[in-house]
């Protein structure tokens, strides 16, 4: 087998022992992404040398941390010191960050090498990383298709074994849209799990940080690594941190899985429900009972979505006037033609459409009516799940309506692309937990994945990942690579 094609556990095992080098690994991977980055486009920016470099250093010590000399990239919106952040956006051109994120601090500890700087959607807004000001990266199972979003580089690029795992961000589903559609692994934590600090703010109150890796078992190990408190992020949990690679073989017998029955509605694609539907039957042979459960708010989760995140987003963004960081407009004639110029160059259309909505929505006389409302609709999708776990463990869905689609096919109609994650965005406004493993594919001869999506209650990791691992061990769709 190919060093490209490791698993992360495989590979920092190999290097733990010895019988591979970081050097080798990275090596490797370089020349993977060689031959088939200019197909797949999953990055921005690759640390060549510097890779080469922290590998070599990580070869001369003696190995400590979880994952001592192995390469994970990271998406475009997370600081490294020294390093350019994007967001890919045209607005951060030319910036580069001066300090770390707390989860670059862990990955370090934890003796990780990083390769380089995945693509996105501009500052995370989008649904299939076609918003990105800089290139569109292309699904390794389709390239005509999109890898999803807004982390469809660090899932494009896991899926096409260009690294052994990625770190992404999910705000409405970005972590595990992305990674069903290019069929990998994508865990989003519960909210405060892991530090956002170093994380560049899109919607402060959803966003979380995660892994996208080829199993649960990876997911589970970065997992470990990236959790904890940390007095850099005041919404930072303080909760022990269980190490949840304890838990992946305990199995399912005996536990409840609820099947939510306003997640199979009229409009999903058909082959998505059967494939679902399937994995959901394996469940019950692998003994565990399945429940109906009813998220009974489930129908305004996306518009209550696109008022909060977009509000919060409004205000995140304002601080990329062109005075402080990145791009600046050219011969300003004053300090205001300096603000709008610099925005109206820098940010592109979907970005520019949620800083207007989100300016509406907080307006005074609009308040109440928009973002007051939506603040309580959101107690309301909470309250569903917690009713809901009060009959199960965890829960079973569709991550996404549907496979990937075509490039360009949504990009005219924003109604449909914020579709596109109905099943995902209640998570985040419930501050929860979701995983997304593969779990068969569509469209025939053309293969495309499908996942599945397990949410778990407030700390639940240990849960959603018992569950994901027993699928994964019993049916095997992780193993199947796209051909390149
Ligand atoms: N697709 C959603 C949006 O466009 C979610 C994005 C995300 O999770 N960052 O806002």
């Known amino acids: 087998?190919?060093?490209?094609?490791?698993?992360?556990?495989?590979?920092?095992?190999?290097?733990?022992?010895?019988?591979?080098?970081?050097?080798?690994?990275?090596?490797?991977?370089?020349?993977?992404?060689?031959?088939?980055?200019?197909?797949?486009?999953?990055?921005?920016?690759?640390?060549?040398?510097?890779?080469?470099?922290?590998?070599?250093?990580?070869?001369?010590?003696?190995?400590?941390?979880?994952?001592?000399?192995?390469?994970?990239?990271?998406?475009?919106?997370?600081?490294?010191?020294?390093?350019?952040?994007?967001?890919?956006?045209?607005?951060?051109?030319?910036?580069?960050?001066?300090?770390?994120?707390?989860?670059?601090?862990?990955?370090?500890?934890?003796?990780?090498?990083?390769?380089?700087?995945?693509?996105?959607?501009?500052?995370?807004?989008?649904?299939?990383?076609?918003?990105?000001?800089?290139?569109?990266?292309?699904n390794p199972w389709d390239l005509e298709r999109i890898p999803g979003g807004s982390s469809g580089g660090s899932a494009a690029a896991v899926a096409a074994d260009e690294c052994l795992a990625a770190l992404g961000t999910d705000t409405g589903g970005s972590i595990r849209q992305p990674a069903a559609l290019c069929g990998c692994v994508g865990l989003k934590p519960t909210y405060g799990r892991v530090s956002r600090y170093g994380l560049v703010a899109f919607a402060s109150s959803l966003d979380q940080i995660g892994p996208l890796t080829k199993t649960v078992r990876d997911s589970a190990i970065l997992l470990n690594v990236l959790s904890g408190r940390d007095p850099r992020d005041s919404t930072s949990l303080p909760d022990p941190v269980?190490?949840?690679?304890?838990?992946?073989?305990?199995?399912?017998?005996?536990?409840?899985?609820?099947?939510?029955?306003?997640?199979?509605?009229?409009?999903?694609?058909?082959?998505?429900?059967?494939?679902?539907?399937?994995?959901?039957?394996?469940?019950?042979?692998?003994?565990?009972?399945?429940?109906?459960?009813?998220?009974?708010?489930t129908g305004h989760a996306v518009a209550t979505y696109y008022v909060i995140a977009t509000a919060e987003a409004s205000a995140n963004l304002a601080r990329f006037d062109g005075v402080r960081y990145g791009f600046r407009a050219k011969d300003p004639t004053g300090l205001l033609d300096l603000y709008g110029r610099t925005r109206a160059e820098g940010f592109g259309n979907e970005v520019k459409r949620r800083i207007?909505?989100?300016?509406?929505?907080?307006?005074?006389?609009?308040?109440?009516?928009?973002?007051?409302?939506?603040?309580?609709?959101?107690?309301?999708?909470?309250?569903?799940?917690?009713?809901?776990?009060?009959?199960?463990?965890?829960?079973?869905?569709?991550?996404?309506?549907?496979?990937?689609?075509?490039?360009?096919?949504?990009?005219?109609?924003?109604?449909?692309?914020?579709?596109?994650?109905?099943?995902?965005?209640?998570?985040?406004?419930?501050?929860?937990?979701g995983i997304s493993i593969p779990c068969g594919f569509a469209g025939g001869a053309n293969k495309l994945p499908v996942g599945l999506q397990i949410l778990g209650p407030s700390l639940g990791e240990e849960a959603i990942l018992r569950v994901a691992n027993a699928y994964e061990q019993n049916t095997g769709w992780h193993k199947e690579r796209p051909q390149l």
């Open 242 to 297: 269980p190490d949840c690679t304890q838990a992946l073989e305990k199995g399912v017998k005996g536990m409840k899985l609820g099947l939510p029955r306003e997640y199979f509605v009229k409009g999903m694609d058909p082959e998505v429900e059967r494939v679902v539907r399937a994995a959901v039957g394996e469940f019950t042979k692998m003994g565990a009972e399945i429940v109906e459960i009813s998220l009974p708010h």
């Open 1 to 138: 087998m190919s060093l490209h094609s490791l698993t992360l556990s495989q590979a920092a095992e190999a290097i733990r022992k010895k019988e591979i080098s970081s050097a080798e690994m990275v090596d490797a991977l370089l020349a993977r992404m060689e031959r088939v980055e200019p197909k797949v486009r999953a990055f921005l920016h690759i640390n060549t040398d510097d890779a080469r470099e922290q590998a070599r250093r990580r070869d001369s010590e003696s190995p400590q941390g979880a994952l001592h000399g192995v390469p994970v990239a990271l998406k475009d919106i997370l600081s490294v010191k020294g390093q350019p952040c994007t967001c890919a956006s045209k607005i951060l051109k030319g910036y580069v960050a001066p300090y770390d994120a707390t989860v670059v601090t862990r990955l370090r500890e934890a003796g990780a090498v990083l390769l380089g700087r995945a693509n996105m959607d501009e500052f995370a807004m989008g649904s299939s990383t076609e918003n990105s000001a800089y290139q569109a990266t292309r």
């Open 356 to 433: 207007i909505l989100g300016t509406y929505v907080l307006s005074s006389g609009y308040y109440d009516a928009y973002y007051l409302r939506a603040q309580k609709a959101r107690t309301l999708i909470r309250r569903d799940f917690e009713q809901a776990f009060q009959k199960c463990d965890a829960i079973l869905t569709p991550t996404s309506p549907t496979p990937a689609f075509k490039i360009g096919e949504k990009t005219t109609d924003p109604l449909q692309m914020y579709l596109a994650d109905i099943f995902t965005i209640a998570t985040n406004l419930a501050g929860i937990c």
